[in-house]
């Protein structure tokens, strides 16, 4: 398994959860890593984003919500997500990688309840 995410959970809205994601060092390293999500009957969409050197994207409905981050020495990435709200629920998945070659993770749910 090249892409390993776990942390998904059951919370209340308004709570908290940290999704990670350790990858291998073959596909992590020099790759922009990014969460996507999957609502229910919905397509993925991209939540956030980090470069190599840290810079970060989001989502509009994310921004000031949703932290991205990485360890490049661990060869992990992270979305810290809190003030989460019902229409956050969706299965998270973390990539590796903008253009092809690009690898996903399997998904870790996340389900908030209102």
């Known amino acids: 398994v090249q892409l390993q995410a776990s942390g998904g959970g059951l919370v209340q809205a308004g709570g908290s959860l940290r999704l990670s994601c350790a990858a291998s060092r073959s596909i992590f390293s020099e790759r922009v890593m990014g969460w996507y999500r999957q609502a229910p009957g919905k397509q993925r969409e991209l939540v956030a984003t980090i470069t190599t050197g840290g810079s970060t994207d989001y989502v509009d409905s994310v921004k000031g919500r949703f932290t991205i981050s990485r360890d490049n020495a661990s060869n992990s990435v992270y979305l810290q997500m809190n003030s989460l709200r019902p229409e956050d629920t969706g299965v998270y998945y973390c990539?590796?990688?903008?253009?092809?070659?690009?690898?996903w993770g399997q998904g870790t749910l996340v389900t908030v309840s209102s």
């Open positions: 990539r590796a990688g903008l253009i092809s070659p690009f690898y």
